[in-house]
C-alpha cells in the first residue's frame, strides 16, 4: 500500500508534540492533519474516516477515550493509538480494552514511535487487504470458482461460452483442482439448469454396477435383480450427467457410453429395448486421455466424441496469485462453520502458502485451512496450530539468518518459559519494563 494513501490524525494539547509527530511522519512521506483541540478532531472525525488516529489519552475538556470512541464510531476498521504519560498506564490499558491499537509512553525516544507507527501502518495495509479480498471473494462466488489469474480468467469465459450450447464437454485436471465445480457452473448456466444434475465418480464403482446404476436392468437380468429398476440416464433426462474419472471405465462399458452419445439411447442391462433419453454428458479425467488413447487404455471414438470442447484447469502451484483469495475464503467458510472468530491469516503464513507446491491442489488448500482453524485459538491464522505435515515441508526453505523481529520473538519466548510467565522476572532478565515487554508479547502474539 502506498503510505501517502493513509489518512492520519495527530490530537494532542500540546502543540510542541503535535509538531514532533508530524516531523516523524513527514519523513515517511505521509500528509496528516493535527488538532490542538479535541473538539475540533471530534468535528473532523465525523466528516472524514481516519485510517490512523494518534491522540494524548489526558487532554483537558474531552480526553482521548472519546476520540477512540469516535473514530471507531465512524470506521471500525480505524487503528488508534494513545500517548499516556507517566502514571496513567492504567488508563491506556482500559483504552486497549475499547479497541485501541497500542499506547505509547511519553517522553519516547522518536525511533520507538516510528517503530511503533510502522507497525500500525502495515496493520491497516493488512485490514484493507483482507476487505479487499472479501469484496472479491463476493464477486467470485456466483459461480463459486474462486481467483483472479488470467487463468481463472479464461476458464470462466470458457464456461460461459460452453454452457448455452446443449454439447458434451471434456474436463482435465489434476486432483483437486474443482473438476467437478467447473461441471456444476457449466449446468447452472445452461438451458438445463431446471434438470438435475448428477456426479458420478466412474472409478469408485465396479464396472458391474456402474452399468446397473447408469443404464439400470431388467428383472431377472443378474443374481439380486428382482425388480425392474430405472437407471440414472433414464431418470436424470432432461438435466447432466457428470462423469469424473472417465479414464478409469472399461472399453465394454466406453462402448455402450458412445451409444448413448450418438443416438441418445440406452438398453438396460439384460434388456433388448433401446430407450430414448435426452441428457447432457460432461466427463472428466485426472490424466491425458490422448495419451491413454495412444496407450490403448481408452477407445479413440469415444475421446473424440467427448472432446468436442475441452476445458482445462490448471493446477494451483501455475497460478499462485489465487491462493491469497482461496485461504480467505476457506477460512471465513470454516470459521462459520465451527462457529469461531477468525479473522486474518497471518503474513508469515500466508507467505508459506505461497511457497508451497500444492500436489493436492485446492482441495489439499482447503484441508489444510479447515485444520489451521480447528486449531487456532486466537483471531489471526498462525504458523505455529498449521499441521506438522505441511511445517515440514518447508523447512528445507527456510532461511539461514534469521531477522532482529525473529531473533527477539525467540528470546522473550525462552524467557517466559525459564520464568514460568512471571513477567517481571522475564522484564528484568531481558534488560526491559514491563510495558514494553507487554506490548512485544502483543505483537508477537505471545501469550
Avoid at 503510505?3 to 516531523?23: A, F, T
Avoid at 515517511?28 to 471530534?42: F, M, N, V, Y
Avoid at 488470467?150 to 446443449?166: E, P
Avoid at 496469485?321 to 471465513?332: G, Q, S, T
Wanted: proline share 3%.
Amino acid at each position: 500500500m502506498n503510505p501517502q494513501s493513509l489518512n492520519v490524525m495527530v490530537v494532542d494539547d500540546d502543540l510542541r508534540m503535535c509538531q514532533l509527530i508530524e516531523e516523524l511522519i513527514n519523513q515517511k512521506g505521509i500528509s496528516l492533519s493535527t488538532h490542538t483541540r479535541p473538539e475540533d478532531a471530534l468535528k473532523a472525525l465525523s466528516e472524514q474516516e481516519m485510517d490512523i488516529i494518534i491522540t494524548d489519552l489526558m487532554m483537558p475538556g474531552l480526553d482521548g477515550m472519546e476520540i477512540l470512541r469516535q473514530a471507531k464510531k465512524n470506521n471500525p476498521d480505524s487503528t488508534v493509538i494513545v500517548i499516556t504519560g507517566y502514571g496513567t498506564v492504567g488508563s491506556a490499558v482500559e483504552a486497549m480494552k475499547a479497541g485501541a491499537y497500542d499506547y505509547i509512553e511519553k517522553p519516547f525516544e522518536p525511533d520507538e514511535f516510528v517503530i511503533l507507527f510502522n507497525r500500525a501502518a502495515e496493520h491497516v495495509r493488512l485490514l484493507k487487504e483482507v476487505k479487499a479480498l472479501r469484496q472479491r471473494q463476493l464477486e467470485c462466488e456466483g459461480l463459486e470458482i474462486i481467483g483472479v489469474s488470467s487463468a481463472i480468467g479464461k476458464l470462466k469465459d470458457t464456461i460461459a461460452k460452453v454452457a448455452g450450447f446443449d454439447t458434451t464437454v471434456l474436463i482435465t485436471g489434476e486432483t483437486g483442482t474443482g473438476k467437478e465445480l467447473v461441471a456444476r457452473a457449466i449446468h447452472r448456466m445452461s438451458q438445463r439448469k431446471d434438470g438435475g444434475f448428477l456426479a458420478l465418480n466412474c472409478a469408485s464403482l465396479p464396472e458391474s454396477i456402474l452399468e446397473s446404476e447408469l443404464f439400470g436392468h431388467e428383472k431377472g437380468a443378474f443374481t439380486g435383480a428382482v425388480n425392474q429398476k430405472k437407471g440414472i440416464l433414464e431418470t436424470a433426462s432432461g438435466g447432466t450427467l457428470f462423469l469424473d474419472e472417465i479414464n478409469s471405465t472399461s472399453s465394454n462399458f466406453q462402448v455402450k457410453l458412445l451409444r448413448v452419445l450418438e443416438e441418445g439411447t440406452i438398453v438396460r442391462v439384460g434388456g433388448t429395448r433401446p430407450i430414448k433419453i435426452d441428457i447432457r454428458v460432461i466427463a472428466a479425467s485426472n490424466v491425458s486421455l490422448r495419451e491413454e488413447v495412444r496407450a490403448g487404455r481408452f477407445r479413440a471414438d469415444l475421446y473424440y466424441r467427448l472432446n468436442v470442447v475441452n476445458i482445462e484447469i490448471p493446477p494451483l502451484r501455475k497460478r499462485k496469485e489465487d491462493i491469497p483469495l482461496l485461504a480467505h475464503y476457506f477460512l471465513n467458510r470454516f470459521s462459520k462453520k465451527y462457529h469461531k472468530d477468525i479473522r486474518s491469516i497471518s503474513p508469515q503464513v500466508m507467505e508459506r502458502l505461497l511457497q508451497y507446491n500444492w500436489p493436492g491442489n485446492v482441495r489439499e488448500l482447503e484441508n489444510t485451512i479447515e485444520r489451521a482453524v480447528l486449531m487456532e485459538n486466537s483471531d489471526t491464522l498462525s504458523s505455529v496450530d498449521l499441521p506438522e505435515d505441511f511445517s515440514s515441508q518447508h523447512q528445507g526453505t527456510e532461511p539461514d539468518i534469521m531477522s532482529i523481529a525473529e531473533m527477539e520473538e525467540m528470546l522473550i519466548r525462552r524467557a517466559i518459559q525459564r520464568f514460568n510467565g512471571r513477567r517481571d522476572l522475564v522484564a528484568s532478565a531481558l534488560g526491559i519494563s514491563t510495558a514494553t515487554l507487554w506490548r512485544k508479547m502483543k505483537l508477537y502474539g505471545i501469550r
